[in-house]
């Protein structure tokens, strides 16, 4: 059955909900009116009689009903007082409720019923009613419900009692036209009105409803587009409801997972991820929902995906987050990365087997240049063996020289893709202090003044200590090239403002750098040492901290100095 449109739904429920409430407020305010034209004509018709009958009788007068000769003389006092245009009928009730005068003989001697509006009159209150009263005369010209019956109290002092009640029947006809009048106006002024509102409206309605129309036609335009775009799309689009469930599933994810549409909606997304991941996903997914915090969002992160075959492959993940309570959606944009994975690998592989003769030629240089210097140390003391001031200090170049080819060579073993670093808790400040020691007694670090700035109750770090030891070994040794004689060489330890990571600060460090080539020093081969170094140093450092989970960075201090900043994750 085809539905009706909005707008004409909207005008029939309207029309008829207005038509409705229309007759009710037309009803009250016709009703009120009424009210307030009788209850008007009854105080001012009441008011007007009470002042007539008592400045023109008196008390004596309400008495005993009246016969013969004191019925005709009450009759033409009541007559001369005339009481207002329309009187039909006059009854006079004394305090017993008698009638003791009636333009109606027949009427004279007898007693009220019980009558509200009569007993109203008596309690000093002028009451009235449209009606025709069982005692008023059937005389010609009387319309039955064209009668206003007034009961007006008589005091002959205005705070005295009362004496008796008139009650005046008036012919009502202009009351009534009057009345009627007035319902004619109501009437119209609701019809107008209400009339008025259902346009003003049915407008707003109509207004809306075209806008309504057009949104929905530009809503189903951009959900068409939508679909277009996730269905085109080169990256996989997933997302999931609170329940985990997969409720979107583009075709590049089916592509990328080697699942039908079909076989993954509805179902939960942890059949997408091997299966020692899962447990892990429910607990995170839960603890989101719970709290609304997680450290994946924002970012891309690189994860391990299952294929349907139960392959796994490498894929970049990013997540956004929208919608409430039932609209609530986790949105996962899924890259599949295998091939610039391999490609990648290729690279280094390549970069490395380039690099390769530049390393061993450099390493050559070095090797050459210290032999050649330890060579010409042991002809001197050949000549002269028995200088001991000779001796000692060919002993300490020896040892500055042994100490240079145990590091270019302690850097090229770690390049050594075969070795699998050995986790275990480090001490790093028991750690720098051996370090800065031996290099102290084999002359590297001679010459310089050294400042340790150690911070206290600093948690341990979790690595290979052999690597981080050269790490240390390689800062230190570089500072004592780029700094003059009698510097002294900062050693400090923090905790990092995220409480996180354990900071080594070497103040001095690429003290020669200049401020261009911060983002290049942590590349192969570079050096601002000339023929001294093979420029792996801070190469093997950036390698070693990224091993570890770490990171580095060149600042400079409040004094100048160039820091070389380190930091490794703490152990908890």
């Not at 023109?56 to 003389?73: M, N, S, T, W």
């Not at 290099?439 to 590297?444: D, F, P």
């Amino acid at each position: 059955m085809r539905r009706w449109p909005l707008i004409l739904r909207f005008s029939v429920l309207c029309l008829v909900a207005l038509a409705a409430f229309g007759v009710v407020l037309g009803y009250v305010l016709t009703s009120a009116l009424e009210h307030n034209a009788i209850t008007r004509s009854c105080e001012t018709t009441a008011a007007f009689v009470s002042e007539r009958i008592a400045l023109g009788l008196a008390a004596a007068d309400f008495d005993d009903p009246k016969h013969g000769a004191d019925y005709d003389e009450l009759d033409e006092k009541v007559r001369q007082l005339y009481l207002g245009p329309g009187v039909e009928g006059i009854r006079i009730w004394n305090t017993a409720r008698v009638i003791v005068w009636s333009d109606d003989k027949a009427l004279v001697g007898r007693r009220c019923p019980d009558d509200a509006a009569l007993a109203k009159a008596f309690l000093g209150e002028a009451s009235a009613r449209i009606d025709r009263s069982e005692y008023a005369p059937d005389a010609p010209g009387h319309r039955p419900g064209k009668v206003l019956e007034v009961y007006a109290p008589v005091k002959l002092d205005p705070d005295g009692e009362v004496l008796a009640v008139v009650a005046i029947d008036r012919n009502a006809d202009a009351l009534h036209e009057d009345i009627a009048r007035l319902n004619r106006i109501v009437w119209c002024a609701v019809v107008l009105g209400f009339g008025l509102l259902y346009a003003a409206l049915y407008g707003t309605v109509r207004r809306g409803s075209m806008h309504i129309r057009g949104q929905a036609r530009y809503l189903a335009q951009s959900a068409e587009q939508y679909r277009g775009l996730v269905a085109a799309a080169q990256d996989g689009i997933i997302s999931i409801d609170r329940k985990g469930n997969l409720i979107l599933f583009n075709n590049a994810a089916a592509r990328m997972f080697g699942y039908d549409r079909r076989e993954v909606i509805a179902q939960s997304v942890s059949m997408l991820m091997p299966r020692e991941h899962r447990d892990k996903h429910v607990a995170g997914f839960r603890r989101f929902l719970e709290t609304g915090e997680s450290n994946l969002l924002d970012r891309t992160i690189e994860l391990e995906g299952l294929r349907k075959n139960g392959e796994r492959f490498p894929m970049e993940l990013s997540l956004s987050v929208s919608g409430e309570n039932e609209s609530f959606l986790v949105t996962g944009f899924v890259r599949d990365v295998s091939e610039s994975k391999l490609m990648q690998q290729r690279l280094i592989q390549t970069e490395k087997q380039a690099s390769v003769s530049t390393v061993a030629g450099s390493f050559a240089h070095v090797l050459g240049r210290s032999i050649t210097s330890m060579m010409g140390l042991a002809g001197l003391l050949m000549k002269d063996p028995g200088d001991s001031g000779l001796a000692e200090q060919c002993a300490r170049e020896f040892g500055q020289q042994a100490e240079r080819l145990k590091l270019h060579a302690d850097n090229l073993l770690a390049l050594d893709d075969q070795y699998h670093p050995e986790a275990r808790l480090v001490d790093v400040g028991q750690l720098i202090d051996r370090v800065t020691r031996t290099l102290y007694i084999r002359g590297v670090l001679r010459m310089y003044s050294i400042v340790k700035d150690y911070a206290e109750d600093l948690p341990q770090v979790r690595g290979d200590e052999a690597l981080i030891e050269q790490v240390i070994r390689n800062l230190e040794i570089s500072a004592s090239h780029g700094m003059a004689d009698d510097a002294a060489l900062t050693l400090k330890t923090q905790l990092s403002k995220d409480g996180t990571h354990v900071e080594i600060l070497i103040s001095g460090v690429g003290g020669g750098i200049p401020g261009d080539a911060h983002d290049r020093i942590f590349l192969p081969s570079f050096t601002t040492e000339g023929g001294d170094s093979t420029g792996l140093g801070m190469y093997i450092v950036k390698r070693v901290i990224e091993q570890h989970h770490g990171y580095t960075r060149v600042d400079t201090s409040d004094t100048g100095d160039k820091v070389m900043i380190v930091g490794l994750p703490a152990a908890s």
